[in-house]
């Protein structure tokens, strides 16, 4: 599986937009861009996926760029409750095992 | 949505002593499930993959007699820890996948082991 490569940490003021970077310069035709986030203490929860095209959920939005070396995790409005750290993980698709990067950890402060 | 727990949330035991730890797949069936193990301030390391019906596939350096997987049923994997020692306190997770070659894995809440 390809390799990624997220800033350590970042701060968001609550209400604004958070844009989760993530380099993914190795990636292979068939791999897909998976994005995760844990919260203290908690296991990891799914946000959104995709492969070439943007995708939006409730959650999220991901934008990858046209030569899929990288992509942003958007989060339109971040509220306190966003505060966790982000990972940005690249694999193929059905391929199940997962492996975790360092992340980024993402403070949202009032 | 899928949902996978985790059963004990939290365990303190002595050292010397064997833990066991649960993870099932609660409205579906899993034939295969994933255990993490998470230290403070780091990142989930994948240990190994629990396969229904067959032997555990242990990533390198996971001890495979330390770390017992047992994965009996369809919803059912368990792991144990034997004879722990306190640098076995860690927080141990397990997920799931929706069903053979799907895009969604589903985690469970974690497990807190203290070995003192």
């Known amino acids: 599986d390809a390799k990624t490569t997220q800033p350590t940490s970042m701060d968001c003021a609550e209400g604004r937009a958070a844009n989760l970077p993530c380099n993914h310069s190795t990636i292979s035709g068939n791999e897909y861009v998976y994005w995760y986030r844990q919260i203290h203490s908690q296991g990891p929860q799914y946000i959104i996926h995709g492969l070439k095209n943007n995708e939006t959920n409730e959650m999220a939005s991901l934008i990858i760029t046209e030569d899929r070396k990288s992509s942003t995790l958007i989060l339109p409005h971040a509220t306190l409750r966003d505060t966790a750290v982000y990972y940005c993980?690249?694999?193929?698709?059905?391929?199940?095992?997962?492996?975790f990067g360092a992340g980024t950890r993402l403070f949202v402060k009032a | 949505g899928a949902v996978v727990s985790q059963h004990p949330s939290w365990v303190i035991c002595k050292s010397g002593t064997s833990v066991k730890i649960e993870c099932r797949s609660l409205d579906f069936q899993a034939t295969t499930m994933f255990w993490y193990r998470q230290f403070p301030k780091q990142s989930l390391m994948l240990m190994a993959t629990s396969n229904e019906g067959s032997k555990a596939t242990y990533e390198q350096g996971v001890e495979k007699d330390k770390f017992l997987i047992n994965h009996a049923s369809l919803t059912l994997s368990t792991l144990t820890v034997t004879s722990a020692h306190p640098e076995d306190s860690s927080f141990y997770i397990c997920s799931a996948p929706l069903g053979a070659g799907s895009d969604e894995q589903f985690f469970g809440p974690g497990t807190r082991l203290t070995v003192l």
């Open positions: 993980i690249v694999k193929m698709n059905g391929g199940f095992k997962t492996i």
